[in-house]
C-alpha cells in the first residue's frame, strides 16, 4: 500500500471532523439559546451518562477490528464475527445504562431518566454504523463516512435551528428538553441507513484474501459477504476485552466527572451548564488525534516487520503541532469561544468561575490526550495490553477518588483540577512504558522547531486577544493566526511540500521530514 492514502484518509476524517466541529458548536450554540441553564445543564447530563456506556458498548472493538481486517485473510468471517459481537455489547451495554438511570436516587424527580431512555438510540445506532466504517476504513474509502456523518450531523442542527426560529427561547418547558434529546435521534438513525447504504458494494461473497492484497486506486472494492464464526467470535472477544476494559477506563477518568457532579451536586444543573458545554467541545480535541492514528493503523499492520520507528515519529510530531495548537487557542481565546457558542451568563465573573474559566484549564488535558492516544495506539499496535490495562486503571480509580472529595467542595473547578492532574500523570506513564516497547525516532531539532512554533503561536493570540471583542471579530482573528500558524510551519520546515507525504514517502518510504 503507497502510504498516500494513509493520508487521504486522513484528510478526509480531518474534513468530516471540521464540519463536525462547526456543525457542534451550531448545536451547543442552539441548545444554550433554546433551554435555560438548567435544562442546558440535564441535557449534558444525559450526553456525558450515555458515553459513558456507549465506550463499553464500543469494548475497543473499533480499533482491533481495523487492525484484524487489515490481516485477515478471511474478512467475511472476521467482519461478520464482528458485528454480531457489536451487536451483542451494544445490546448489553444500553440495556443497563437504561435500567441503572432509572434506578438511581439522585435521578428521581428530575429529567435525566426519560431524557437518557429518549438519547440512547444515538449511541445504539451510532455503534452499529461504527462496524461499516470499519470496512471503509480497511479500504480507505472514508470519502463515504464523510458523507453519511455530515448528513447525519445536519439534520438534527437544522431541526434545533427550526425550533429556534420558531421562537423557542430558554424554555424551561421538559418538553422541549425531551424533543432536543430527539433530534439526535434521527441523525443517528440517518448514519446508519447512509453507512448501511454505502456499505452494499462491499457485503457481497467473497472467499480468502491475502492480508498484503491492496486496492489501488482505480480498481474494484474487495467485496466481504459477513458470515458467523464461534471461534473467530470468542478468539476477537479475547483481543478486544483489554483494550474494552482500557476504553472504559480512559472514559471514566475523562467523562465521569459530569455524572458524578449529577450525584454529589444539588446545584448539579448549572454545574453541568458551564462544565458540560466545554467537555462538549473539547471532545472533538480529543477526538482529533484518533482520526489519524486510525488511519495510520492498517498501514502499522501491514508493515509490522518493517522499521515504523521514522513513521512514528512523523505521526507523533504532528500530534504535538495539533496539540499546542488546540490548547493555546483555547486557553487564550477561551473567554471568546465561550461568548460564540453561548451567552454572557455563562462567563465567569468575580465572585464565580465559568464555562470560560473551565474551557482555559481543559486546554492542558488536551493537549496531553494526544500523548496519551499515541501511546494507547503504539500499544494496541503490539498488543501489550497489560500495561495499558494497568494504567488507565489507576487513572481511572484515582479521578473517581479525587472528583469525589474535591467535587462536592469546589464544583466543576474540582473536576477540572483532577482532569489535569491524571491526564499529565498518565501521559507521563504511558509514554515511558511505550518506548520501552517500541523505538519512535523523533530528532531533538524537530522538538525545538515544534517548541518555537507552539512559543510564537501563543504570543499572536495573546496580542490579539483584546481585539476579540464580537463574534464576528473572534472567528477573523482566529482565522487569521490559524493562516499564520501554517506559514510558520511552512518557514519552520514542519510541513511537507506535498500533502500526501504527511505520513510518509520520503526517500525510504518512511519519512515524512529529512533529519
Not at 377 to 393: A, G, R
Request: net charge positive; proline share 4%; charged share 10%.
Amino acid at each position: 500500500m503507497h502510504t498516500r492514502h494513509i493520508a487521504t484518509s486522513t484528510l478526509w476524517q480531518l474534513s468530516s471532523q471540521g464540519f463536525t466541529m462547526v456543525l457542534g458548536i451550531l448545536s451547543i450554540k442552539f441548545v444554550t439559546i433554546g433551554l435555560n441553564q438548567s435544562l442546558v445543564g440535564n441535557y449534558q447530563t444525559v450526553w456525558s451518562y450515555l458515553q459513558i456506556f456507549g465506550i463499553l458498548a464500543d469494548f475497543g472493538l473499533y480499533a482491533v477490528a481495523i487492525r484484524e481486517l487489515s490481516r485477515a485473510e478471511n474478512r467475511a468471517v472476521t467482519l461478520g464475527s464482528l458485528f454480531v459481537l457489536r451487536a451483542l455489547i451494544t445490546l448489553i451495554s444500553l440495556s443497563s445504562a437504561l435500567l441503572l438511570a432509572f434506578l438511581i436516587p439522585q435521578f428521581t424527580g428530575t429529567p435525566l431518566p426519560l431524557g437518557i431512555a429518549i438519547a440512547i438510540f444515538v449511541p445504539f445506532f451510532t455503534l452499529l454504523s461504527g462496524m461499516f466504517r470499519t470496512l471503509f476504513q480497511v479500504h480507505y474509502q472514508m470519502h463515504l463516512v464523510f458523507i453519511a456523518e455530515v448528513c447525519a450531523k445536519i439534520i438534527p442542527v437544522c431541526l434545533l435551528g427550526i425550533a429556534i426560529l420558531l421562537g423557542t427561547r430558554g424554555s424551561d418547558n421538559p418538553h422541549i428538553f425531551y424533543i432536543f434529546n430527539a433530534f439526535g435521534d434521527l441523525g443517528a438513525i440517518t448514519l446508519f441507513i447512509v453507512s448501511l447504504w454505502f456499505a452494499r458494494p462491499l457485503l457481497g461473497h467473497m472467499g480468502k484474501v491475502d492480508k498484503a492484497e491492496l486496492r489501488p486506486a482505480g480498481t474494484p472494492l474487495l467485496k466481504v459477504y459477513p458470515q458467523f464464526s464461534r471461534e473467530e467470535f470468542k478468539r476477537l472477544f479475547r483481543l478486544a476485552l483489554p483494550y474494552g476494559l482500557a476504553f472504559l477506563a480512559t472514559t471514566l477518568y475523562r467523562q465521569s466527572d459530569v455524572t458524578l457532579i449529577a450525584l454529589l451536586r444539588p446545584d448539579y444543573d448549572l454545574q453541568n451548564a458551564h462544565y458540560g458545554t466545554v467537555l462538549r467541545l473539547t471532545e472533538i480535541g480529543f477526538l482529533l488525534p484518533t482520526f489519524i492514528l486510525n488511519s495510520a493503523l492498517p498501514h502499522m499492520s501491514e508493515q509490522r516487520e518493517r522499521d515504523l520507528s521514522s513513521f512514528l515519529g512523523s505521526i507523533l510530531l504532528a500530534l504535538l503541532i495539533l496539540g499546542s495548537t488546540i490548547s493555546l487557542f483555547a486557553f487564550f481565546f477561551a473567554r471568546p469561544i465561550v461568548l460564540l457558542i453561548a451567552n454572557p451568563s455563562y462567563l465567569s465573573t468575580a465572585f464565580s468561575p465559568g464555562s470560560d474559566t473551565a474551557l482555559m484549564l481543559m486546554a492542558f488535558p488536551m493537549f496531553l490526550g494526544m500523548i496519551i492516544s499515541f501511546c494507547f495506539y503504539l500499544l494496541l499496535h503490539e498488543h501489550k495490553w497489560k500495561p495499558l490495562l494497568l494504567l488507565t486503571s489507576i487513572a481511572a480509580l484515582l479521578s473517581i477518588t479525587l472528583n469525589m472529595q474535591l467535587i462536592p467542595l469546589f464544583g466543576f473547578i474540582g473536576a477540572a483540577m483532577t482532569s489535569i492532574l491524571i491526564h499529565l500523570l498518565l501521559a507521563s506513564g504511558l509514554l515511558i512504558v511505550s518506548l520501552r516497547f517500541i523505538k519512535v525516532s523523533l530528532p531533538f531539532k524537530r522538538l525545538c522547531q515544534w517548541f518555537a512554533f507552539s512559543l510564537v503561536f501563543g504570543l499572536s493570540l495573546f496580542f490579539v486577544l483584546p481585539f476579540a471583542v464580537s463574534a464576528l471579530s473572534t472567528i477573523l482573528l482566529g482565522s487569521c493566526v490559524l493562516v499564520g500558524a501554517i506559514f510558520l510551519l511552512s518557514f519552520l520546515d514542519l510541513v511537507p511540500i506535498h500533502f500526501h507525504y504527511f505520513f510518509g514517502s520520503g526517500r525510504n518510504g518512511m519519512k515524512v521530514w529529512d533529519n
